[in-house]
């Protein structure tokens, strides 16, 4: 069913000018209401398409049947007040559920005085303030009197692990992270001393360098109070919020906050829980789809696929890689539909203009009244046409409309232009529109220039139209002289060698190969030891309780047995050569193979730990190695009477400053099988803060029902193990009782982390980086958590960071997604900016290979030319970095000359 | 001093005639007095034009670009640290280098010592130990090198090699308590109109002949930012505007990679204390960056990489 | 010398303060008119040779923003 | 470095800027150019380092 927007999309240019006269004001949704906005009105301001809507309900027009103020200013007429609802049925063979989450509404409960209390807002509420875009444009102040607050407080757990009052067991995973950050950028914001305090009850910052900005908060000084606040009051003279807890050691103390934050936690809309029912789909009891481990993105449904927050609680790049992962399903569910449904496009040849003197043609928009009526266009027009080269100017009411491309088209033919500049709105939004009128009046697309004189000129001198004037005719001035400059680009096509290479023969780089071959591809898969399976061939259960082995066997015969897959095992990489689309990638046994895509799927391994009589005492293990015991079914473990499990060990340490993400979940999952086997047994957990993210939480509250111990312990005094008389002693301080205790286990389980592979050679050959802690760096940690920096190059699983076996399987299938996207189009058209070198002139001093992040430059290897530098364009993505890093001035960069930037600057 | 050119040639022969390398580079004596010149040798038999005392003031490095051969180089502290540079830079390789390390005391300021005899023409002058003496017609004056020394030696804080393969003496102690940048905090004091003024004027006499460029090791373009014809943006004259804008990217790239050798203001023929533009430079790229030139054969120079705590306070 | 205004050579990025700039104009934010912008793909490419050449041809200021 | 070398030979301070605004910016885009204008107007118009027209040969 699509909703009316009573506007029509191909009129509507966005002008504002609806929103402008508009006289009724409405609460912004965007700003979780905090702010007004009109009854027509975009949703925000960088909304995509950015188009009009008119809200039915609020409209003075619908509502009592006058006014039409925005039918009578749209200079357009784009109103449409006759549209109507429509049925759309949609034929698709896959669907993919990205519902999204709602936030817990906390206004029903006491505690939190939300709906009284002026000063307390909801985190998202307060993301809107900080925004720029939001009710107080990025001031930092609080509600009720637009004071700067001096003292903020944050409650975690608002909505989460709690079942008392709302009925959500699960911890919604990212409120941990998002309250530190907003308490770190408020602290940015404040250029005064804010105080910002985080009460909370586990500090959950499992995630990649998520740690080390925990860690940064509190050198910054933020405040983390482990307590849970159990009455909040308001002054009712200062509105300042009064608070009362207690601390670690149980006295109780009273704060006065400016404002106080609740971080409230996901939970799936009540309508989103109706479309579950009618579309087949199974609900958890948390009301998340339900998905399994081994398949993170399907439903309970063949066909319908579920990604980010609907199937639990989870963060961006989670969310990312699922969409991924969730299209790489819907992919192969379609594979054999691809392309099926494309058409062609017919282009004019391109003409020949170099050696031509420049005749250039000169466009300026009105953009209705928005740049008309505060910029004298006539004037610009007259001026312009007295420009060097310039050969026509003109002007129009709607450069952009469909009308106006034709006519352009047709000048640039008959006045034999060849070079264009349209003075406008921004290049951001219309410049491939008019590039492409550029291609169909047969002009390279880069023989044009775009100058913004609406954005950046009318909309913002509003009250100075002269001097607005007298900089378009400036900008008008310096798009010419650039362009005079223009030459055409050339953008070069690559082909894409069909197959992958998959290096790792992990549960990641498994699915990863499988998932290509399914989707039709050629798969080499490369593992550096003599079988598949990786680290899950020393798991027992997922957490879920799926026994790991038998899903794993299953895959290894499937991928083994596969037709498409050659496995190589025993098996490393000596030497990539080549890019995105022609890799050559050469074996240890001087095998080589060439591919056009790489998945890196190389893993992680446990942390052998020194600390805690590891090896010195047999009594002592990791975690796998328990694990180990239980695949075994280890009589001994039925006979054992004290546990201790030791979370932390090697992780969340000065030396590896990350959490291990995985550890908590694991002994939480371990301590209940030892209670399962045995009753009896007594189970102690320390640990510096359980992470038992999402869903997990719930294991966490199993375990301590079945009377499993957490003793929380910190970095300062850490447990001590020793080794009295042939008895194991373990010593803690216990910061509830303030007492030390002393437990003489049978067993001990040491947490011990995840440290990655040595990945320095592989990040070499591929041109990758690592961070500091040595694993793989995606190429935009929310964005992008699956591609690299470098193109064509994938990452998958624990090569990345630590991760349970879903995520890594999700990741595994969102890279083969994105390679597909390369592979799928068989060809890679290459940007005309990029950038060149002119050998003549380099001085081989490789700053340019040192400074460009895409590893574009690089030496020529021989000919007249040996040592000197050359630009891969298959790799350049046209920052132009190397180029301003050029003493030699031997870098150019195409559409961003040097001459042609001089030129710019010259005229100003 | 000068018991260092003994032990010099006896390498210098060795090297050349176990054919370890090809060409020797070191210093002569230079035809006029206190001016002595590089030299490349590769005939064992003439190691003995070799010498080494303190007027050596031309940097070595400058020889070294993007030679084939095998090469034995004697290098002090800044020499040596052009030498990393060079290597970091691509512009030699270290295997293709016998480094023979020189503890340096840093160099005689012949402009000061010509002022010092009223611009007499000078006919000889002799090193002892620290003292010095010059003579010519009709005039024998003995001075403490200390205080003739070039004001890059004077607050010289890198006098020993800092990469060689063997030594020619044990290091010298490094000059503790010296400031390297008392003069440019001076002119930092200064308000823009004085700066201005002072740089205007300094850079008033400059020729545009270009012997400080041709004389840095760090200048090795093929064709230099001033000879770029497209498009052209600095003019070639001695227009003011032109001259500075020669100077100022002259410094700006030498930024982060000067060691403070001196090579450009000993061949200035006009006397331009260029340094106070580079000295800026290296004094901020040792606050914000931490770094000196030079020092680390594993690092490139903090303009050649971006981290993202690089310093940014100038950022809004 | 009150009626002079100064112009200002500015170099936007294209990805980020160029997008801030047409976000200003989409919310009609005003501000000062002596900017003459010109678009780089990053500010990165920057060089400062424009930030010389700028100044040698009169700029009153530059402002180089990412 | 560039504009403390060019500080440093007279330049003044204001002349020269430097942000990082993100695309969603546009207040901070603002109070930025506001700073940069006033900060360029205060020191009134440039003296230094233009080349004259006429010699630009």
């Known amino acids: 069913m699509k909703h009316p927007r009573f506007i029509d999309m191909s009129k509507c240019i966005a002008c504002g000018t609806c929103a402008e006269k508009c006289p009724k004001k409405v609460d912004d949704p965007f700003n979780e209401n905090m702010g007004k906005r009109k009854a027509i009105y975009v949703d925000y301001a960088q909304a995509v398409p950015l188009k009009y809507s008119i809200n039915k309900d ?42 999204g989450f709602k936030t817990f509404n906390p206004s029903t409960f006491p505690t939190y005085q939300y709906a009284s209390f002026e000063n307390v807002v909801t985190s998202l509420e307060y993301e809107r303030i900080l925004s ?22 944050w409650l ?28 770190m950028i408020s602290k940015e914001h404040a250029d005064y001393d804010l105080d910002a305090a985080i009460f909370f009850m586990d500090m959950r910052t499992y995630g990649k360098d998520f740690e080390k900005y925990y860690e940064r908060a509190k050198e910054h000084g933020i405040r983390f109070v482990r307590a849970r606040l159990h009455t909040l009051e308001e002054d009712p003279e200062t509105k300042d919020i009064k608070v009362r807890y ?42 998340f789809a339900a998905t399994g481990v081994f398949t993170p993105v399907e439903t309970s449904r063949k066909g319908i696929y579920v990604c980010g927050a609907f199937s639990g609680p989870k963060d961006i790049p989670q969310s990312v890689t699922e969409a991924s992962s969730a299209a790489a399903g819907a992919g192969l569910l379609l594979s054999s539909a691809r392309n099926t449904l494309t058409k062609e496009k017919h282009i004019p040849e391109e003409r020949n203009i170099i050696g031509e003197r420049p005749r250039i043609g000169i466009f300026i928009c009105q953009c209705g009244i928005n740049i008309g009526g505060i910029v004298n266009v006539p004037s610009v027009r007259d001026y312009a046409a007295t420009l060097p080269y310039v050969e026509y100017a003109t002007d129009s009411l709607y450069t952009c409309s469909q009308d106006s491309q034709e006519t352009m088209a047709k000048i640039i033919n008959e006045k034999g232009l060849n070079r264009v500049v349209v003075a406008a709105c921004t290049p951001k939004t219309h410049e491939p529109l008019f590039q492409e009128t550029l291609v169909d009046a047969g002009l390279n697309k880069y023989v044009f220039e775009m100058t913004n004189i609406r954005n950046q000129c009318s909309w913002v001198h509003k009250d100075s139209p002269e001097m607005a004037t007298a900089k378009a005719k400036d900008l008008v001035r310096m798009a010419a002289a650039k362009v005079s400059l223009m030459e055409p680009l050339k953008e070069t096509e690559l082909e894409v060698d069909q197959r992958a290479l998959v290096v790792g023969g992990g549960i990641a780089g498994m699915v990863a190969a499988k998932t290509l071959s399914s989707q039709g591809y050629q798969v080499y898969l490369v593992e550096q030891t003599g079988s598949l399976g990786g680290n899950a061939l020393l798991l027992s259960k997922t957490w879920r309780g799926d ?3 038998s899903r794993l066997s299953e895959l290894i015969s499937s991928v083994e047995s596969d037709k498409n897959i050659e496995i190589y095992k025993d098996t490393k990489l000596t030497n990539v050569e080549g890019f995105v689309g022609n890799f050559k990638t050469t074996l240890n046994d001087q095998n080589v193979i060439e591919h056009g895509i790489a998945v890196i799927a190389t893993g992680g391994k446990e942390y052998i730990p020194n600390e805690y009589l590891y090896g010195k005492d047999p009594r002592v293990v990791t975690h796998l190695e328990l694990d180990k015991m239980f695949l075994a079914g280890d009589q001994r473990l039925k006979d054992v009477k004290n546990a201790v499990f030791i979370q932390c060990v090697g992780s969340r340490v000065p030396e590896r400053p990350y959490c291990s993400r995985v550890c908590c979940t694991h002994s939480v999952k371990s301590a209940i099988n030892l209670k399962e086997n045995n009753p009896d047994t007594n189970v102690y957990v320390l640990y510096r803060d359980i992470r038992t993210y999402g869903q997990r939480e719930e294991l966490y509250k199993e375990a301590r029902n079945r009377g499993v111990i957490f003793i929380r312990y910190s970095l300062e005094e850490r447990p001590v193990v020793e080794n009295i008389n042939g008895r194991i002693s373990v010593r803690i301080k216990d910061h509830i009782l303030q007492q030390g205790i002393a437990i003489d286990p049978d067993l001990v389980v040491l947490a011990s982390g995840i440290i990655p592979q040595d990945n320095e050679a592989l990040a070499q050959m591929f041109k990758l980086s690592v961070n500091e802690d040595g694993f793989f760096m995606e190429a935009h940690a929310k964005l992008r958590p699956v591609d690299f920096a470098t193109e064509g190059v994938f990452l998958a699983g624990m090569a990345h960071y630590p991760k349970p076996i879903e995520e890594s399987i999700a990741q595994a299938q969102a890279a083969v997604s994105r390679a597909v996207t390369l592979l799928a189009r068989k060809k890679v058209m290459v940007s005309g900016t990029v950038a060149q070198a002119n050998p003549v002139m380099c001085s081989s001093c490789s700053v340019c290979i040192d400074i460009c992040p895409y590893s ?53 | 001093m000068i018991e260092y050119t003994a032990i010099i040639r006896d390498t210098a022969k060795k090297l050349l005639k176990d054919g370890k390398v ?98 007499k023409e000078v006919l000889d002058v002799q090193e002892q130990g620290d003292k010095f003496t010059v003579s010519g017609n009709g005039f024998s004056e003995t001075f403490d090198k200390a205080k003739f020394l070039r004001t890059n030696c004077a607050v010289c804080t890198h006098r020993n090699p800092v990469i060689y393969d063997e030594m020619v003496a044990s290091p010298v102690k490094e000059q503790e308590g010296v400031d390297p940048f008392e003069d440019v905090k001076k002119i930092e004091a200064m308000d823009p109109e004085k700066k201005w003024g002072f740089f205007t004027k300094m850079i008033e006499r400059c020729l545009r002949c270009y012997a400080c460029r041709n004389s840095c090791p760090l200048c090795y373009c093929p064709t230099c930012f001033v000879d770029e014809s497209k498009p052209q943006w600095v003019g070639k004259s001695i227009d003011p505007t032109d001259t500075m804008t020669f100077h100022i990217m002259r410094a700006y790239h030498c930024a982060g990679r000067c060691t403070d050798c001196g090579a450009c203001e000993r061949v200035c023929p006009v006397g331009i204390p260029m340094r106070q533009f580079t000295k800026k430079l290296n004094k901020d790229a040792l606050e914000y960056f931490s770094w000196e030139a030079g020092l680390n054969p594993d690092a490139r120079p903090p303009l050649d990489v971006y981290k993202p705590d690089d310093y940014n306070d100038f950022v809004k | 010398m009150s009626d002079w205004e100064p112009k ?43 930030i010389l050449a700028a100044f040698r041809h009169g700029a009153d200021g530059v402002w180089v923003s990412g | 470095m560039l504009k403390g070398l060019l500080e440093h030979i007279g330049i003044e301070p204001g002349r020269l800027n430097f942000s990082w605004i993100s695309s969603a910016e546009a207040t901070k885009f603002v109070d930025v150019a506001q700073q940069v204008a006033a900060s360029v107007k205060a020191l009134g118009p440039a003296r230094y380092l233009i080349k004259k027209r006429a010699e630009v040969a």
């Not at chain 1, 008392?164 to 995973?173: E, I, K, L, T, V």
């Not at chain 1, 030699?888 to 010259?906: E, H, P, V, Y």
């Not at chain 2, 210093?27 to 010149?37: A, S």
């Not at chain 2, 340096?104 to 009223?118: E, F, K, P, Q, W």
């Open chain 3, 8 to 50: 200002i050579t500015t170099f936007l990025c294209h990805w980020c303060s160029y997008g801030a700039a047409d976000l200003a104009g989409v919310s009609r934010l005003q501000y000062p008119h002596n900017f003459r912008v010109i678009r780089v793909p990053c500010s990165g490419r920057v060089s400062p040779k424009f």
């Open chain 1, 856 to 908: 574009a430059p690089s030496f020529i290897k021989q000919g007249p030319f040996t040592g000197k530098a050359e630009i891969n364009p298959a790799l350049c993505k046209g920052c132009g970095l190397c180029v301003a890093s050029c003493r030699s001035g031997a870098l150019n960069l195409k559409g961003f000359g040097t001459d042609q930037i001089m030129a710019m600057i010259n005229e100003i």
């Open chain 1, 156 to 183: 975690q757990c608002v909505g989460s692990r709690d079942i008392n009052r709302c009925d959500h067991p699960y911890c919604s995973s990212v409120c941990c992270m998002y309250a530190v950050k907003e308490a």
């Open chain 1, 132 to 153: 720029a875009t939001g009710p107080y444009q990025g001031h930092l102040v609080r509600p009720s009197d637009y004071k700067e607050p001096q003292k903020i407080g």
């Open chain 2, 22 to 119: 090809d060409v020797f580079i070191g210093y002569k004596k230079g035809t006029v007095p206190m001016m002595n010149e590089p030299v490349v040798i590769s005939d064992p038999e003439k190691v003995d034009t070799l010498h080494w005392d303190s007027l050596c003031g031309l940097n070595l490095c400058n020889y070294l670009t993007k030679r084939k051969d095998k090469i034995g180089i004697i290098a002090n502290g800044c020499n040596s640290r052009n030498i990393v540079t060079h290597i970091l830079e691509n512009q030699i390789s270290r295997e293709q280098l016998y480094i023979v390390g020189i503890p340096c005391t840093g160099v005689i300021d012949h402009r000061a010592v010509l002022r010092a005899v009223g611009n």
């Open chain 1, 246 to 287: 207690a601390d670690e050691k149980g006295e109780i103390q009273v704060e006065t906050f400016d404002m106080m934050v609740l971080s409230v936690g996901m939970e799936t809309p009540a309508e989103l829980v109706e479309t579950a029912k009618t579309l087949g789909i199974g609900l958890d009891t948390d009301n």
């Open chain 1, 58 to 99: 609020e409209c003075l027009y619908f509502k009592k049947g006058k006014c039409r103020a925005c039918e009578k200013f749209c200079p357009t007429g784009a109103i449409n007040y006759e549209d109507k609802e429509e049925k759309v049925v949609l034929q698709a063979g896959a669907v993919i559920l990205s519902t």
């Open chain 1, 547 to 549: 026994d790991v082995q």
